[in-house]
């Protein structure tokens, strides 16, 4: 199994509901991101889960808030957002790394499908 | 940080061939490629790593100049297939856990008959 699950594929939501979207991979990957990508843009990059802990915070507010309940579920809690927080929200994940050492094992991240956002 | 890719746009004929650019003002560790198709998720194509590894499992070539802080994405004999949007991403991590992609603008390629 090589696929990143993600759930729902279209979501509208208004300015003061609470939401959740979920990631889900089976293929015992470690580390596990959510990236935000606006049409014709690339993505961005928002956090990232190493070993079900948070590792990587890229500044993003607080009205987003990631959960690693294990190591095969990702979840994006979202609550009071803006209009501009309309996007494809993308979940990837990636075998862990080991050291630079050992660096020349390396494997590139696999995305799902994304959850389409739209704020009203 | 974010990497200049170069150029934005192309259009190709079957079996030609392309470069896609991609420039760092940071020292790279190592370069992820990937290709989105409209509507679609990207899809990892290759890795480059210091030294002038490659990683990937596509019939695709990349180079990687550390010097220059530059790699290049190579596709020959293009193929309807290829089309889509090209993004590079350096890795700004130490490469160990996990990586931190920043993408580049993106290179929209477009393949005709």
């Known amino acids: 199994d090589t696929e990143v699950t993600q759930t729902p594929k279209h979501l509208v939501m208004g300015m003061t509901n609470k939401k959740s979207l979920k990631c889900e991979q089976h293929m015992g990957h470690r580390a596990m991101y959510w990236y935000k990508q606006k049409a014709k843009k690339p993505p961005e990059l928002m956090f990232v889960?190493?070993?079900?802990?948070?590792?990587i915070n890229e500044s993003v507010p607080s009205r987003f808030s990631p959960e690693c309940p294990n190591s095969s579920l990702l979840n994006l809690h979202l609550h009071a957002l803006q209009p501009e927080d309309s996007a494809l929200y993308l979940c990837?994940?990636?075998?862990?790394?080991?050291?630079?050492?050992?660096?020349?094992?390396?494997?590139?991240?696999?995305f799902g499908p994304g959850t389409r956002l739209t704020v009203l | 940080q974010q990497p200049v890719q170069s150029p934005q746009a192309v259009i190709l004929r079957e079996g030609e061939d392309a470069v896609i650019n991609c420039s760092s003002s940071?020292?790279?560790?190592?370069v992820h490629w990937y290709r989105q198709k409209h509507g679609e998720a990207p899809v990892f194509l290759m890795i480059l790593l210091k030294g002038g590894e490659q990683k990937g499992h596509e019939k695709i070539s990349a180079s990687f100049n550390e010097k220059k802080q530059q790699s290049s994405l190579y596709l020959t004999a293009s193929q309807l297939s290829y089309s889509g949007t090209y993004f590079c991403?350096?890795?700004?991590?130490?490469?160990?856990?996990?990586?931190?992609?920043?993408f580049g603008k993106g290179t929209k390629l477009s393949v005709i008959p």
């Open positions: 940071k020292a790279l560790y190592s």
């Open positions: 889960y190493s070993y079900e802990k948070l590792s």
């Open positions: 990837a994940s990636s075998q862990e790394l080991p050291g630079l050492a050992f660096s020349r094992v390396v494997v590139g991240q696999y």
């Open positions: 991403g350096p890795n700004r991590g130490s490469g160990a856990g996990s990586y931190q992609l920043t």
